[in-house]
């Protein structure tokens, strides 16, 4: 693959071919894993929609797939080297082609979803017709990337799992990150009175989503015995501390667990609490993201009700796709980071 700086956002490499972020090995290093240069655009398959990306985001999913960890989800990934030869999944842009019984999309269409086979670092990507949705009327191209897998993921936390009624009492754990800052306002928009944990300057951005109250984590006690449900998304405080602040009957959910561990990057803590569920009075667990085209509606509902807004922290260029992942892992975005095409 020729390496190069890339081409102009809106601008096509040429026929049949297109920009595209490539890492042909694992590692936890953007910056000596990623290069964009010139590949093959795919072509759609049955039930496929070929998107020409405006815009995609970054979430710790990306960096998943870079570094193939935990080492058991390298039997997804590729045992020794990456399947996903771009780890972008989330996209936003406009239908340039589809394929055979497509039946909800068609070309020129503004869209917004989660690619088939990953590789939305690209000019190009395709993605199955029931995860793609048309894009919030009222959401820019870089907004509607950072919605998928992010705010998917706290809608099912918050609504599934959670089970977030009207007038319960809700904290949300690393409420100033990508899933955090979906969580607090999906929370509010169900009627929680909703406290979000983050740090000190993020604290500001969580108010503005509509937070009743702020927590800062390195320096606030959680107060014990208070909430109807916990969010974790920051994922390193013990099981026994969120016990006690949760209500008798409280329901916790892990969605994150990020330790860098190589084997298991915090899922014992997550397995812990779904073993110990059954024998105590409160709800503990976890979940893995179903990535559902319904739930990608129900977020487009939200979003054009005015209940849900992307937080968009800062915007990069394809070809500084390392430097947005580098930005994301070094834990310095408040709510989500996007690249453009």
Same mark, same amino acid.
């Given at each position: 693959?020729?390496?190069?700086?890339?081409?102009?956002?809106?601008?096509?490499?040429?026929?049949?071919?297109?920009?595209?972020?490539?890492?042909?090995?694992?590692?936890?290093?953007?910056?000596?894993?990623?290069?964009?240069?010139?590949?093959? !655009?795919?072509?759609?398959?049955?039930?496929?929609?070929?998107?020409?990306?405006?815009?995609?985001?970054?979430?710790?999913?990306?960096?998943?797939?870079?570094?193939?960890?935990?080492?058991?989800?390298?039997?997804?990934?590729?045992?020794?080297?990456?399947? *996903? !030869?771009?780890?972008?999944?989330?996209?936003?842009?406009?239908?340039?082609?589809?394929?055979?019984?497509?039946?909800?999309?068609?070309?020129?269409?503004?869209?917004?979803?989660?690619?088939?086979?990953?590789?939305? *670092?690209?000019?190009?990507?395709?993605?199955?017709?029931?995860?793609?949705?048309?894009?919030?009327?009222?959401?820019?191209?870089?907004?509607?990337?950072?919605?998928?897998?992010?705010?998917?993921?706290?809608?099912?936390?918050?609504?599934?799992?959670?089970?977030?009624? $009207?007038?319960?009492?809700?904290?949300?754990?690393?409420?100033?990150?990508?899933?955090?800052?979906?969580?607090?306002?999906?929370?509010?928009?169900?009627?929680?009175?909703?406290?979000?944990?983050?740090?000190?300057?993020?604290?500001?951005?969580?108010?503005?989503?509509?937070?009743?109250?702020?927590?800062d984590y390195r320096r606030d006690e959680i107060p014990q015995g208070r909430f109807d449900a916990?969010?974790?998304?920051?994922?390193?405080?013990?099981?026994?501390?969120?016990?006690?602040?949760?209500?008798?009957?409280?329901?916790?959910?892990?969605?994150?667990?990020?330790?860098?561990?190589?084997?298991?990057?915090?899922?014992?803590?997550?397995? !812990?609490?779904?073993?110990?569920? $059954?024998?105590?009075?409160?709800?503990?667990?976890? *979940?893995?993201?179903?990535?559902?085209?319904?739930?990608?509606?129900?977020?487009?509902?939200?979003?054009?009700?005015?209940?849900?807004?992307?937080?968009?922290?800062?915007?990069?260029?394809?070809?500084?796709?390392?430097?947005?992942?580098?930005?994301?892992?070094?834990?310095?975005?408040?709510?989500?980071?996007?690249?453009?095409?």
């Amino acid at each position: 693959m020729e390496t190069t700086r890339g081409t102009p956002a809106g601008q096509s490499s040429g026929p049949g071919t297109m920009n595209a972020v490539r890492q042909e090995r694992y590692g936890i290093a953007p910056e000596h894993l990623l290069e964009v240069g010139r590949t093959d !655009r795919p072509a759609p398959r049955d039930g496929e929609v070929l998107v020409r990306v405006r815009a995609a985001s970054v979430d710790r999913g990306t960096w998943h797939l870079m570094a193939g960890r935990p080492y058991p989800a390298r039997l997804v990934f590729g045992l020794r080297r990456p399947s *996903f !030869r771009n780890p972008g999944r989330n996209l936003a842009g406009v239908v340039e082609a589809v394929g055979a019984g497509v039946t909800e999309h068609r070309p020129g269409d503004e869209v917004y979803g989660i690619a088939s086979a990953n590789g939305t *670092f690209a000019e190009y990507a395709a993605a199955k017709q029931d995860k793609l949705d048309r894009k919030p009327a009222n959401l820019s191209f870089e907004q509607a990337a950072a919605v998928p897998v992010s705010a998917g993921t706290a809608l099912e936390a918050v609504r599934d799992h959670a089970e977030v009624r $009207p007038g319960d009492r809700v904290l949300v754990i690393g409420a100033s990150g990508g899933v955090g800052t979906f969580a607090v306002q999906i929370a509010k928009a169900l009627g929680a009175e909703v406290t979000g944990l983050a740090g000190g300057a993020k604290l500001d951005a969580v108010r503005r989503l509509g937070a009743d109250a702020v927590l800062d984590y390195r320096r606030d006690e959680i107060p014990q015995g208070r909430f109807d449900a916990i969010i974790d998304i920051a994922g390193r405080r013990p099981l026994a501390q969120l016990r006690r602040a949760l209500t008798p009957h409280g329901r916790l959910v892990i969605v994150g667990g990020e330790t860098g561990g190589r084997l298991f990057d915090g899922l014992g803590r997550q397995v !812990r609490a779904a073993l110990l569920s $059954p024998f105590v009075g409160q709800t503990l667990g976890f *979940f893995v993201n179903r990535e559902s085209g319904a739930d990608l509606r129900a977020l487009t509902a939200l979003i054009e009700a005015g209940s849900v807004t992307p937080l968009v922290d800062r915007v990069f260029p394809l070809a500084d796709t390392a430097a947005a992942i580098r930005y994301v892992i070094d834990g310095k975005a408040t709510g989500k980071v996007v690249v453009t095409v």
